[in-house]
């Protein structure tokens, strides 16, 4: 079950942030072909604006986001994309290229976590992929996004799923 955000620690919030903040970074890296440092940039330079929701205003969730989490995530999915792409590819029920793009940016973001950041347990790595699915993406992208998950976790994490499934 999803922790709710009120819930969450101030450590959790600051991951949960870092995240989106690197799926809407990774989202602009695929869209503009900027380098991952210039779209870094971009967004460390953010200035607050007021009309803006609070999800939405890059400065004030940069405020509260784990910023050195931010970094690795933008720039190491960024550096390893094309080995990440290759773990995705063959669960996909399609190209990689036709997918939508935010829900590419998530998928990649979720095999990174699910490949190098081992102590993130694959349930949180899930969930956080469905909940970032659901703020950003198509309406039922969290569903996709969920299956894909389920299914690297069970490749890359066998034991640790299974463990969980006992």
């Keep these: 079950m999803s922790q709710s ?11 949960r942030a870092a995240r989106e903040l690197a799926v809407q970074g990774l989202y602009q890296w695929q869209m503009t072909g900027k380098s991952i ?3 870094e940039s971009e ?3 953010q200035i607050a604006d007021e009309d803006l929701e609070d999800h939405e205003n890059w400065h004030k969730v940069m405020g509260i986001a784990d910023l050195a989490l931010f970094h690795e995530l933008l720039h190491n999915v960024a550096g390893d ?14 190209r990689l290229e ?5 829900e590419l940016a998530i998928l990649r ?3 990174y976590e699910l490949k190098y950041r081992l102590e993130v347990p694959y349930r949180v790595v899930i969930n956080e992929g469905i909940e ?22 069970s490749r890359l994490r ?9």
Excluded: M, S
């Design 109 to 111: 973001l979720g095999a």
């Design 158 to 166: 066998g034991a640790e799923v299974a463990a969980r499934r006992r």
């Design 5 to 15: 955000p009120r819930d969450a620690t101030p450590a959790q919030q600051a991951r």
């Design 132 to 153: 970032l699915a659901k703020g950003f993406g198509a309406t039922d992208g969290h569903k996709y996004v969920n299956g894909i998950l389920d299914k690297l976790a």
């Design 37 to 39: 440092t210039a779209v």
């Design 98 to 102: 036709d997918l939508d793009r935010i």
């Design 43 to 45: 967004f460390r330079a």
């Design 81 to 94: 994309r094309e080995a990440i792409d290759k773990t995705i590819a063959p669960l996909l029920d399609r």
